[in-house]
């Protein structure tokens, strides 16, 4: 099998290591990739947007598969455009994720909300916005108890959610986001929505369409300061399994969210294929969905990935031709603790090019590379705001968590930065459920 994986973060480094574990592939190329996927395969420069390139690119090297790694191409048609092509005589190259109208679910919140109301699906209440119903906006906001949720329609790369206590600067970013294009078309339509209490978690399955079965759980820790303080990234790690996610929790989910999912989406005529990433809120013991994601989360994947027994080409095979019902998903049942190293600065400013030191990897972890690159001595260097995600299994979070924690002492760079907190809540909790 030869296979072509879209995208160049942690998670694709992810990818492509479980990829080339596998004795059915015969060749990988990553598009554009980074230093780590480059172990795994050949990096290919092309823009994972370029589908024309891709498409040749395919066609002259005989690719069997492609695998995209984020959401971008599968929200702007990816799926679609092979099958387009193979319609019109070209040769069948498979793909492992949904079609453009099924990755709605991610790239529009509108289509999302207006799919779990449909489907039943447990969700906030919300209310959609634009520039012709924007006091009906306003009041409904006004309706709402602190506090606000407010989130741009379209992609914004993570940053078109937006939530505050007080009432006043919830109407005036409204109204920016939608008169002031604050995020372009991505905000002419804004969802005000209820906020959701409790405990957040990230949930993911697979689909092929027909059938489909639950994956792992995990948590992400988003926040860039220790205690879940200071902005947003991209994530700064994460723990898989999550305690709380038992069986009774996760049997909910299954049935109150992707099953109406899966199903809901084959019922209109367009079945998903792939990774469906549930973000959601276990409201006492109840979930209740945020956001829907249609591919593999970062750095859940990081976290999940070394978890996973099954072996990956089959995976996304069977994703991609109906494979899913025979094909066990198989887990390791240690946990998994995943640290993310940052450079200073990071969300904001950041400096690139810091050369790193990378010790002997112990054992029991696995590092992921991010934002780095080759320089011309052909020295890893930093290249981004997330660098590098360490992986530690361990029997329990504690064990793992503090491996993790091990080798991110050990990796060296100018203003490399960590979390040392990851997995200490879901410690806590722990410790709770068994004094109380
Ligand atoms: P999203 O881009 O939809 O994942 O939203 C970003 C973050 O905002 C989520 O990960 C949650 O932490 C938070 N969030 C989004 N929607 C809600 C909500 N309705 N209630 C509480 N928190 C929310
Ligand atoms: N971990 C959040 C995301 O991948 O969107």
């Known amino acids: 099998m030869k296979i072509l994986l879209l995208g ?11 990829i080339a ?29 370029d589908f024309d390139a891709i498409f040749d690119f395919c066609i002259q090297n005989k690719i069997d598969l492609v695998v995209p790694g984020s959401e971008d191409p599968l929200v702007a ?13 070209a040769p069948k190259i498979l793909v492992s994720g949904p079609s453009a109208f099924a990755a709605q679910l991610e790239g529009s919140k509108d289509f999302s909300k207006a799919f779990m109301q449909r489907h039943g699906i447990p969700t906030a209440g919300a209310f959609t916005a634009n520039k012709d119903n924007l006091e009906q906006g306003l009041a409904y906001l006004r309706s709402l108890p602190a506090p606000y949720v407010l989130k741009a329609d379209g992609l914004a790369a993570g940053k078109g959610v ?13 109204s920016e986001m939608i008169l002031g294009r604050t995020f372009g078309a991505a905000s002419e339509k804004v969802l005000i929505e209820e906020f959701l209490k409790g405990i957040e978690i990230s949930v993911f399955a697979v689909c092929d369409g027909k059938n489909w079965k639950m994956l792992a759980s995990a948590k992400d820790y988003k926040r860039i300061g220790e205690g879940d303080t200071g902005p947003n990234t991209g994530g700064m790690g994460a723990i898989s399994p999550v305690p709380f996610a038992d069986e009774v929790f996760l049997n909910k989910v299954a049935n109150q969210v992707a099953k109406p999912t899966f199903e809901g989406l084959a019922a209109e005529g367009h079945p998903f294929k792939g990774f469906l990433f549930i973000g959601l809120m276990n409201d ?34 069977a994703i991609a031709s109906d494979g899913i019902e025979t094909l066990p998903i198989e887990l390791d049942n240690r946990t998994a603790a995943t640290v993310f190293l940052v450079s200073k600065g990071y969300p904001g400013t950041i400096e690139k090019g810091k050369k790193m030191h990378i010790p002997m990897v112990e054992a029991d972890c696995t590092l992921f590379h991010a934002g780095t690159a080759l320089n011309p001595l ?12 360490i992986t530690a299994l361990g029997n329990g979070i504690e064990q793992a968590k503090n491996s993790a924690m091990k080798m991110a002492e050990l990796i060296d760079y100018e203003g490399k930065t960590y979390r040392t907190d990851i997995g200490l809540d879901l410690i806590n909790y722990q410790k709770n459920q068994t004094n109380g």
Do not use: W
């Not at 160049?8 to 479980?18: D, I, L, N, Q, Y």
């Not at 996927?37 to 947007?49: H, K, P, R």
């Not at 048609?77 to 005589?89: H, L, P, S, T, V």
């Open 8 to 18: 160049s973060g942690g998670r694709e480094h992810a990818f492509a290591m479980k």
């Open 21 to 49: 574990q596998s004795p059915k592939l015969t060749k990988l190329y990553i598009a554009p990739g980074n230093a780590g996927t480059a172990q795994c395969g050949e990096n290919v420069n092309m823009g994972v947007l």
């Open 77 to 89: 048609g990816i799926y679609d455009y092979f099958q387009e092509k193979a319609n019109n005589g």
């Open 162 to 174: 937006i939530i505050t206590e007080s009432l006043a600067e919830a109407e005036a970013t409204l």
């Open 284 to 317: 006492n013991g109840d979930p209740k969905v945020i956001e829907f994601n249609v591919r593999m989360g970062d750095p859940e994947t990081e976290a999940i990935f070394p978890r996973l027994k099954t072996d990956m080409v089959d995976l996304l095979t």
């Open 378 to 389: 052909n020295e890893v260097v930093t290249n981004g705001g997330r660098v590098l995600a």
